[in-house]
C-alpha cells in the first residue's frame, strides 16, 4: 500500500509539473490559438493567411512530426518539430510569430498546439491534395492544373528628378498548367512617392498567356538617393481553390533634387585705356558686356546707365534692350564718351530682367591735357612779351 501510494504521489508531481510548463510555454510563446490531432495531409488554417499542412510522423525514440508552413509574400518552408522540445517558431514576412509544439504523435497522428499573438483564431481545417490514397494522387498527378507566374517588372528610366513620373510595367507570364485566378498584385510603397493607376486585381491568366499592366510611380517629395523597390508579390488560386504566391526581382531607382531652370546675367564694363587715364574733352571708347551663365534663356533685358554729370555719350547706344540671351550667350556694344571735368569718375550700368538685376561699374581718373594746363600762362606772357619788344624797339630808336 505504502508503494502504490508513492507511485500517485509521483504521477501527480508528473502531471502537475507538465500542466505547469505548458502553462509557462503558452505565457512565454503567446497565447493558445488551438489543440487538435491532425493526421498526414491535413491542415488548419489561422487567420485567412497562414496555412499549417501535416507532411509526415515518426514514432521512435523521441516522436516527431514534420509541417509545411506558408504565409503571404514568403516561401512555404517545411520544418520538424520533436514532441518535448521547446515550441518551434515561425515568423510571417510581417514580423508576426506563431510556435508549434508537438504534444504526441500515434501512428499518422499529431497532436499539435500552435500559440501566437492575442485574438488569432483557427479559419478553417481541410484536408490537402497529398492526403488523397497513392492511387487517387497517380490519377489526380495526371489532371491536376497548377498556375506557375513569372513577374518582370521593369522601369522606364532609372534615373529621377523630384517631380517627375517613371513608367512602371509588369510583365506576368504563366508558365504552369493552370489558370491563375483571383490574381491581387502587392506592389511596395516608394517613400514620398504616388502610386497613379496601380492595379490591385488583375484578370485571370490561363496556362502559357502572358499580361502586361502598368502604373506611373510619380516621384513627389522622395529625399535624394538611390532606392532599392522591394520585389512585387502576386497572389493567386488555382482551378481547386490552392493558393500560391509569385514574386518579382527587386529594381533600383536613383533619386535626385530637380535642376531649377533659371537664367543668370552678368554684366561688365570695359574702358580702353592703358592705366584708365583720360584727356578732358577727347574721346575715349567703352564696352558694356552681358553673359548668360545661367541654364535658361532669359525674357528681355534692359540695359541702364548711371553716368557722372560731366561724362557724356558722343557715339553709340547707351541703354539697348535686348529680347533675349540665351544660355552661355555674350553680347556687347560699345559705345564713345568724352569726361569734361578732371578727377575721378565712376560709370555704372545695371542689366534688368524679369524680378532680378545685376550691376557693374568701373572708373577712370580725367585730366587737363598739357596745352591746357599752361594756356593761362601764355595768354599772360603774350602782353609782357609784346610789351618788352616795344621797349626794346623804342631804345634802339634813341640809340640812334
Request: net charge negative.
Amino acid at each position: 500500500m505504502l508503494r502504490l501510494s508513492h507511485l500517485v504521489v509521483v504521477a501527480t508531481i508528473l502531471l502537475l509539473s507538465s500542466l505547469i510548463m505548458t502553462a509557462a510555454a503558452s505565457s512565454d510563446y503567446g497565447e493558445q490559438i488551438f489543440e487538435r490531432n491532425l493526421n498526414v495531409g491535413e491542415g488548419v488554417e489561422i487567420e485567412h493567411s497562414i496555412t499549417i499542412e501535416v507532411v509526415d510522423t515518426t514514432e521512435d525514440i523521441v516522436d516527431s512530426a514534420e509541417f509545411c508552413i506558408s504565409s503571404p509574400r514568403a516561401f512555404a518552408r517545411t520544418v520538424k518539430v520533436f514532441m518535448g522540445d521547446m515550441p518551434t517558431k515561425y515568423e510571417t514576412y510581417n514580423g508576426a510569430c506563431i510556435y508549434l509544439d508537438v504534444i504526441s504523435v500515434h501512428d499518422e497522428t499529431v497532436l499539435l498546439m500552435v500559440t501566437g499573438p492575442k485574438g488569432w483564431r483557427v479559419t478553417r481545417y481541410y484536408e490537402a491534395e497529398d492526403a488523397k490514397t497513392e492511387s487517387e494522387s497517380e490519377s489526380a498527378a495526371e489532371t491536376v492544373s497548377v498556375p506557375e507566374l513569372v513577374i518582370t517588372r521593369t522601369l522606364d528610366r532609372n534615373h529621377v528628378e523630384q517631380g517627375e513620373t517613371v513608367g512602371v510595367t509588369f510583365k506576368i507570364k504563366n508558365t504552369g498548367n493552370g489558370t491563375a485566378s483571383e490574381i491581387k498584385l502587392d506592389e511596395p510603397l516608394l517613400r514620398e512617392a504616388y502610386q497613379e493607376n496601380c492595379p490591385s486585381n488583375l484578370d485571370d491568366i490561363a496556362a502559357g498567356a502572358t499580361e502586361r499592366v502598368s502604373y506611373d510611380l510619380k516621384i513627389i517629395n522622395t529625399p535624394p538617393g538611390t532606392y532599392e523597390l522591394g520585389a512585387t508579390l502576386l497572389n493567386c488560386k488555382d482551378e481547386s481553390g490552392a493558393a500560391y504566391s509569385f514574386e518579382s526581382l527587386s529594381n533600383t531607382l536613383k533619386v535626385t533634387v530637380k535642376d531649377v531652370q533659371v537664367p543668370t546675367l552678368e554684366i561688365g564694363i570695359t574702358i580702353e585705356s592703358d592705366d584708365n587715364t583720360m584727356i578732358c574733352g577727347e574721346r575715349f571708347p567703352v564696352t558694356i558686356g552681358i553673359m548668360n551663365t545661367g541654364n535658361a534663356t532669359s525674357g528681355r533685358v534692359t540695359i541702364k546707365s548711371h553716368l557722372p554729370d560731366d561724362v557724356r555719350v558722343a557715339d553709340g547706344e547707351i541703354d539697348p534692350v535686348y529680347e533675349s540671351i540665351k544660355p552661355g550667350d555674350y553680347v556687347e556694344h560699345e559705345v564713345m564718351m568724352i569726361a569734361y571735368e578732371p578727377g575721378k569718375h565712376v560709370i555704372k550700368m545695371d542689366a534688368l530682367w524679369a524680378d532680378d538685376e545685376v550691376s557693374a561699374s568701373a572708373e577712370f581718373w580725367a585730366e587737363q591735357s598739357s596745352l591746357a594746363t599752361y594756356y593761362p600762362h601764355i595768354l599772360a606772357a603774350v602782353p609782357i612779351g609784346l610789351l618788352l619788344v616795344g621797349i626794346i624797339r623804342r631804345h634802339k630808336e634813341y640809340s640812334y
